[in-house]
């Protein structure tokens, strides 16, 4: 299947993106979790079997599974002459700016990951000091430093597909990150953007260079016309107006309305997605915390060229159900139990992936929540979440939709 064709958070999942979690989690410390956007050290061979079920939960539902690390390495085998140009770019932006590191660095890729997919496998999980050869060097960094130093540091956040880069209709954006570890996650979207036979020729409605930090997981497709982006700790309110503008002047693209939701800025609630999804035609999870503090900004062409803003001061009910064309019914987190609420938010009990109308992917340590779903007539497909829910990431953060069909 070629292309991008997302025009709904709903309708029937046909492909998908997701990166299985490998070494760069085994490259996570205790004093590095903070930086790394962890609250704890998965156990990698569990978290690897929670995400093949995952995987296995989609393509039993008919979905086309395809990984993040293929499509970079399928990259760099149809273009070979690719290889250098992404190897020098990532140890820069790794931060190595001596010729010297560099080179040493490059040798030992070489040398020791001559296949493109292990070299992009290794460009994730990152690289310690203790792993290069020290003869070449016997600098006073060498004699003192920590021998556990990481040069490269690991990209964890890998698994969490959904926020690097984002499908909006047929096109993409490619993110700006809000934090320094995930910014190098951007790099595979853009060669597989660039250069992909799949993906190549995608509208791109944001680049990574661009000024200002924009995530994937606050942005929600809610239909042809309306896309929901949320103003976060991650998404800041001009990479909207600019990302509008991208939009509305693009001929091609039906949408022409984007809801900007202003959400608390949190670490509980870093993105749109994960205080609020869509479950079924008129069906939303929110996490009931926001219901308060939300506000909803409509923003629309100006018919010149540049767009008008409006406050929508209603309820979120009546706002949603005006865009999505019937009547909304929220569902809340913890079923309205103020503590479960909070609990299972944290683990991201409103995180759901929707696989086709009233049929969600969740986790299934929110128990009290996926109660209020099924008694609601969702469709919940159960997924094992020990591990990979301690990276603060559901079963939507975990993916990246290529293709829906139309509802
Ligand atoms: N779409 C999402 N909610 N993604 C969750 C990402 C979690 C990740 N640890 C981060 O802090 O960036």
């Known amino acids: 299947m070629q292309g991008v064709n997302v025009k709904s958070e709903i309708g029937n999942l046909k492909k998908v993106i997701l990166h299985r979690p490998g070494d760069e989690l085994l490259n996570l410390t205790p004093n590095t979790l903070e930086e790394l956007l962890f609250d704890d050290i998965p156990f990698l061979p569990v978290a690897q079997e929670e995400h093949d079920a995952f995987a296995k939960i989609l393509r039993d539902e008919g979905v086309e599974v395809v990984y993040l690390e293929d499509l970079m390495a399928e990259v760099l085998d149809a ?19 001596t010729d010297m590191y560099h080179d040493i660095i490059t040798d030992y890729i070489e040398s ?22 020290q003869k070449d060097t016997h600098l006073l960094v060498d004699m003192v430093s920590d021998r556990c130093k990481l040069v490269c540091a690991p990209m964890p956040n890998l698994y969490f597909t959904r926020d690097p880069f984002a499908m909006i209709g047929n096109g993409v954006s490619i993110n700006r990150m809000y934090s320094q570890t995930r910014n190098r996650e951007t790099i595979y979207g853009d060669y597989i953007f660039k250069n992909h036979p799949d993906f190549v020729g995608t509208p791109e409605y944001y680049s990574r260079n661009d000024t200002f930090h924009i995530e994937g997981g606050d942005i929600l497709n809610i239909n042809e016309h309306v896309l929901a982006i949320g103003i976060s700790q991650r998404t800041e309110p001009d990479a909207i107006d600019h990302i509008a503008h991208n939009i509305f002047n693009d001929e091609t693209s039906p949408i022409d309305t984007i809801l900007a939701f202003n959400i608390p800025v949190s670490r509980a609630f870093m993105h749109l997605d994960t205080v609020f999804t869509q479950i079924d035609r008129d069906k939303f999870t929110i996490h009931p915390g926001i219901m308060g503090p939300l506000t909803v900004f409509e923003i629309t062409p100006d018919g010149k060229g540049g767009t008008k803003i409006r406050e929508r001061n ?32 944290w683990n991201d009990g409103s995180n759901t992936l929707c696989v086709r109308p009233g049929t969600v992917v969740v986790y299934q340590r929110n128990n009290v929540t996926n109660d209020v779903l099924y008694k609601n007539g969702i ?29």
Not at 79 to 93: A, G, H, N
Request: proline share 7%.
């Open 79 to 97: 273009k070979p002459e690719l290889r250098k140009q992404f190897l020098d770019q990532w140890i820069y932006e790794a931060g190595i700016r």
């Open 112 to 133: 020791n990951y001559p296949g493109n997919k292990e070299m992009v496998m290794k460009t994730m999980a990152g690289i310690n000091l203790q792993e290069l050869p």
């Open 314 to 345: 209603e309820d979120l009910e009546s706002v949603l159900s005006e865009y999505v064309g019937e009547k909304v019914t929220l569902i809340p987190c913890g079923g309205g139990d103020r503590i479960a609420a909070e609990r299972e938010q």
């Open 379 to 407: 469709n919940c497909l159960v997924m094992p979440s020990a591990e990979l829910s301690r990276g603060r990431g559901g079963p939507r953060c975990m993916s990246m939709p290529a293709w829906r069909e139309a509802l």
